[in-house]
């Protein structure tokens, strides 16, 4: 047994009882980022990591981060430490501020150990896209399956057992989507429940900060220490920070509703038959499970939606990467031919591409057709979560189609099962909903998981209807290698 298999709190306790040190996890921790084959890093902070370990003297008994290393997703701030949001344009970029969460994980003295891969400025979900290359799953030796996005460096990490945790973004599934695909938990809590003061913005009305871990217990803490009004940021709320661990233990017997239009989208049998079997245990439990439409139309329009309304906000947000504020200098006569010349070398294809959808929305003539017609429909499919979950207290739901899908595999996007069973995760970034992804089974030898959602500022309820749902699969604390380390 190594103590970084275990959960957050199990590890605190054997640093409290002095059975292991902060130094030796960290170095734990780093060894096995070194042999890590997958491509998850764009960063390992060796040095940095060892003096901070080194640096800690007693333990604090009252303080569950303490000690513990992690890693974070390279689009949040890091004062003095490269953050390139794995692009081109922000290399050698060196931030003079933390960002928010950040800094609260260096107040709790959690070590920070490196900074993970990401599809670039965050913006895909296959985790191919960043600058240094493909991200692998480790479930998948053999690299040909993919990690998913854009959060798929702190996935990866989490799933191969390197770190008890990892911080990623999701904008629209980036965390949850490859936490599915890693048998990992990926947590997005309600908007503006954590603070995005220092997170690289995507698109901010979608942005929120998240996390992945293998254990309940250890979601819960995060969502504890890291929630809270920050002046930094005027979207983050000032209702009062929750409890979620102190409450996990509470019984509860929930209601669910199941989207029969997203499981009817669905043809992987095995992830059918293991959802089906979850709500069956459930029910046993005493839960109320139904099965309640939302409409497929709506749900087709939700992909199309995103597209307008992320890429208009990213083509604004990131106005800045022009080569003279941020990004390298290359020569030119104008302004223009400056940007130019930074946008055409600092940005991959897939950037470019969605620069220009975003602008093409945004234009004067096109933004009542485009723009501002994506933004009603996304307050029409608002509209309609909340009003299922006013008579039920979770929304539950496979959270992919299928096991992460081989690279370069190609997919109908005008199918049923594209255009809602790949993207439905995306409800409840439009409605800024708490949502949860935990592990749910295997085919093949690679995970798949099921998603939770709840209501605003719930998460105390979400995470005890988690530990339900985990003591029903038992599979936590599960990651790829783990019998064998």
Excluded at 24 to 49: P, Q, V, W, Y
Excluded at 157 to 166: C, D
Excluded at 188 to 193: D, V
Excluded at 308 to 324: F, K, M, P, Q, R
Aim: with cysteine.
């Amino acid at each position: 047994m190594n103590y970084l298999d275990l959960s957050i709190a199990d590890i605190h306790a054997a640093l409290v009882a002095k059975k292991v040190t902060p130094l030796e996890l960290t170095k734990e921790a780093l060894k096995r980022a070194h042999e890590s084959k997958d491509n998850a890093f764009e960063m390992i902070l060796d040095d940095e990591a060892i003096a901070f370990a080194s640096s800690l003297g007693e333990p604090e008994e009252d303080n569950l981060l303490w000690g513990i290393p992690y890693l974070a997703k390279d689009n949040f701030s890091t004062k003095g430490l490269p953050t390139t949001a794995s692009s081109n344009v922000l290399n050698g970029y060196k931030p003079l501020f933390d960002a928010h969460v950040i800094d609260v994980l260096k107040q709790k003295k959690a070590v920070l150990i490196g900074k993970t891969t990401l599809d670039e400025l965050a913006m895909g979900g296959t985790g191919t896209t960043g600058h240094l290359g493909i991200t692998y799953n480790p479930y998948d030796p053999k690299h040909e399956r993919m990690m998913g996005g854009s959060s798929c460096g702190s996935a990866a990490a989490v799933a191969a057992g390197i770190v008890p945790f990892a911080l990623g973004s999701d904008t629209g599934d980036s965390v949850r989507k490859p936490a599915s695909y890693g048998g990992v938990i990926g947590v997005k809590p309600t908007w503006g429940r954590i603070s995005r003061y220092g997170l690289f913005p995507f698109a901010p009305s979608l942005d929120h900060v998240g996390f992945f871990t293998r254990y309940v217990s250890d979601a819960a803490l995060l969502c504890d220490v890291l929630s809270g009004r920050d002046e930094m940021d005027s979207t983050s709320s000032e209702k009062p920070v929750p409890h979620c661990l102190e409450k996990l233990s509470e019984e509860k017997k929930p209601t669910f509703a199941v989207l029969s239009d997203i499981v009817d989208s669905i043809h992987d049998e095995t992830i059918l038959s293991s959802f089906r079997a979850l709500c069956q245990k459930l029910e046993e439990q005493g839960c109320k499970v139904t099965y309640v439409p939302f409409g497929k139309e709506a749900l087709e329009s939700i992909y199309a939606t995103y597209i307008v309304i992320s890429c208009a906000e990213a083509t604004s947000n990131d106005a800045n990467l022009d080569g003279i504020k941020f990004g390298p200098y290359y020569e030119g006569k104008t302004y223009q031919e400056v940007m130019f010349n930074a946008r055409t070398k600092g940005f991959s294809e897939l950037i470019k591409r969605r620069f220009v959808i975003g602008s093409f929305c945004l234009m004067a003539e096109n933004q009542d057709v485009l723009f501002l017609r994506a933004q009603r429909n996304r307050a029409k499919i608002v509209a309609k979560t909340n009003e299922i979950l006013k008579d039920v207290d979770f929304i539950l739901v496979p959270a992919a189609p299928s096991i992460a899908p081989k690279l370069g595999q190609s997919s109908d996007k005008l199918s049923d099962e594209y255009l809602i069973a790949d993207n439905h995760l995306a409800l409840g970034n439009f409605a800024g909903l708490p949502s949860v992804t935990l592990p749910l089974g295997y085919e093949e030898g690679m995970p798949f998981g099921v998603n939770l959602m709840g209501r605003a500022f719930e998460e105390e309820e979400l995470f005890q209807a988690c530990r339900l749902v985990s003591d029903s699969t038992g599979l936590e604390g599960s990651y790829y290698g783990k019998e064998d380390k």
